[in-house]
């Protein structure tokens, strides 16, 4: 007797059909064997699968039973063939009778027979759309993340108890009803308050236009002066998520097991802070099956590096590529893996290691030696790809609590509604470009139909290459940061002193 069952299999975000094939003989040494699993996890899988089937009051047949999980030359490690395999050794010892329509099962079983949360449900959700296939039972905890996509049929399973009744038609479970996402998506609580940040409106300004356009941004002041405070505050300015980029963030959250159980779609804009200790594969993402790395678990929000230059060389080098292209290319032994990685980039730095270079009120007391070898590794390349530079002085909180006149009162959710307008201008703008959502996701080429420069502009512009003898990819970003500030002030031509003050951000960045 043989059973095929569908599955999914995954290669980084790029999913596949599995087919679990279970046969059960009569004739043949009692055993139970899994084909196409890799390394320990069939040991695993066999354990948990048995112990869950008697514990839902099946007899486990005293039979030969082998199981294959084809093709087999992806690597399948999950625990997600738990359901598949199990249903199939039911199904094939006659206990349950499969509907004749075609169906996904997907899920991890835990030895009582209820169903953990399972990672990656979203893209199975997205195979099945792809592949006209209308039913999946999967995890009643990870069944939310497939109930926003349409035309499916998700079937939320408790236990393997709950899934052999309805098979049964002893008690049917009901399917999720369909999940409009914007709705989803207009449910947004800002975390922390750009008010509280007193002063530093220089800061503040800049973090804005970055917010606006997703541009990265670098912030080099004294300690204590605020700059981690003023990044963090920015998680709350951060523009909604457009329905298009959810589903893109959604994707990798899901895959990587960052949703939490019961969650649905990724709605906040993300904003990671992993600190230095975080190692290159930690960062970039790699390993033997490839999983993300903070970088692509940013994407579409903030990677913020706090302290830079604590960041191992290797990790500060690789961001090089990311930075440029908005993905990553991990290699692999069988070929390389992609996963997308547009994020922007915050970084904070001290002047030096001791913090007071050019401090008027305090002397540094590092070497040269010291001071070279710190800034070194914020220097060249990666400095390139910065579009804004800033400098966070010391303020005295003390001064600013009398003085009101130079306290902010502007809350993050003033400033968010100006931000989410510049993004409404860049959405529409870019809605025929599938990859392009905002103006630091433009391609060179791109700017000359979406970046128009008055002349007075350009003249300026021609004047800042010469003068400070800015490298071709400045000059590029100079124009994007620029179109930013233009869709802040509802600008269609960039004029004159939206360009000068792009280069008031940038010119730092060359010395
Ligand atoms: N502009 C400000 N308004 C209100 N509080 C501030 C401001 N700047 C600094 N502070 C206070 O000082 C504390 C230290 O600031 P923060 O940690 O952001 O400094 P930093 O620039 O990151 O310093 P370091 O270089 O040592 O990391 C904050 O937690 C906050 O309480
Ligand atoms: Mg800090
Ligand atoms: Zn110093």
């Known amino acids: 007797m043989l059973t095929k069952i569908l599955s999914m299999a995954n290669v980084g975000l790029k999913t596949e059909n599995v087919e679990v094939e279970v046969n059960v003989a009569e004739k043949g040494f009692p055993g139970f064997g899994i084909v196409g699993l890799a390394g320990k996890s069939v040991e695993e899988t066999r354990e948990r699968v048995k112990t869950a089937i008697i514990n839902s009051d099946i007899e486990f047949p005293t039979a030969k039973i082998t199981v294959n999980l084809a093709p087999a030359d992806i690597n399948k490690d999950g625990s997600a063939y738990d359901l598949p395999i199990a249903i199939g050794i039911i199904a094939t010892i006659g206990e349950v009778t499969l509907p004749k ?4 099962y997907y899920g991890e079983l835990s030895l009582d027979g209820s169903l953990h949360h399972t990672k990656g449900v979203f893209l199975l959700a997205l195979l099945a759309k792809e592949e006209g296939i209308k039913n999946i039972f999967v995890p009643r905890m990870s069944a939310n993340e497939a ?6 049929s998700v079937y939320p399973v408790d236990s393997l108890k709950s899934l052999i009744r309805h098979l049964k038609g002893e008690k049917l ?10 709705e989803i998506l207009n449910d947004i609580t800002p975390e922390f308050d750009f008010s509280e940040v007193l002063g530093q409106q220089q800061a503040k300004r800049a973090l804005e236009i970055a917010a606006a356009g997703g541009h990265n941004i670098f912030m080099m002041g004294p300690p204590g002066s605020g700059k981690t405070m ?3 505050a920015m998680a709350g300015i951060l523009p909604n998520l457009t329905e298009k980029e959810s589903l893109e963030v959604t994707k990798i959250y899901s895959i990587t097991g960052n949703i939490p159980p019961g969650g649905s779609l990724v709605r906040q804009r993300p904003f990671r802070g992993p600190h230095h200790t975080t190692s290159q594969i930690g960062l970039i993402g790699g390993s033997s099956n490839p999983k ?5 678990l940013a994407h579409r929000g903030v990677l913020f590096l706090d302290e830079f230059p604590e960041f191992g060389r290797n990790s500060i080098e690789a961001l090089r590529q990311p930075l440029e292209d908005g993905y990553v290319s991990i290699s692999r032994a069988l070929g390389s893996v992609t996963f997308p990685a547009q994020f922007m980039l915050v970084a904070a730095s001290n002047p030096c290691p001791c913090g007071h270079l050019g401090d008027p009120k305090k002397d540094c007391k590092c070497t040269n030696y010291q001071v070279l070898n710190y800034q070194k590794k914020m220097s060249g390349p990666i400095m390139d790809r910065i579009d804004l530079h ?10 600013l609590m009398i003085d009101k006149e130079k306290v902010s009162g502007e809350k993050s959710i003033e400033i968010k509604k100006r931000i989410n307008g510049a993004r409404k201008i860049q959405s529409e703008r870019f809605k025929k470009l599938a990859h392009i959502h905002s103006n630091s996701d433009m391609k060179n080429s791109h700017l000359k139909e979406f970046a128009k420069l ?6 300026l512009l021609k004047q800042a290459v010469n003068k400070f003898a800015l490298s071709a990819r400045s000059y590029f970003r100079l124009i994007k940061v620029s179109r930013t500030i233009a869709d802040l002030d509802k600008s269609e031509t960039i004029k004159e002193f939206h360009v000068a003050e792009a280069l008031q951000y940038r010119i730092r960045g060359e010395n």
Do not use: F, Q, T
Not at 147 to 152: A, G, Y
Not at 173 to 182: F, G, H, R, S, Y
């Open 454 to 459: 008055s002349n007075e502009a350009n003249l």
């Open 173 to 182: 479970i009901e399917a999720l009803k369909p999940v409009n996402i914007e």
């Open 292 to 296: 993300p790395g903070e970088i692509s």
């Open 101 to 104: 329509e075609k169906a996904y």
């Open 390 to 399: 800033l400098v966070v002085p010391a303020v005295d909180v003390n001064n």
């Open 230 to 232: 003023l990044a963090r």
């Open 147 to 152: 109930s926003v996509i349409e035309d499916i």
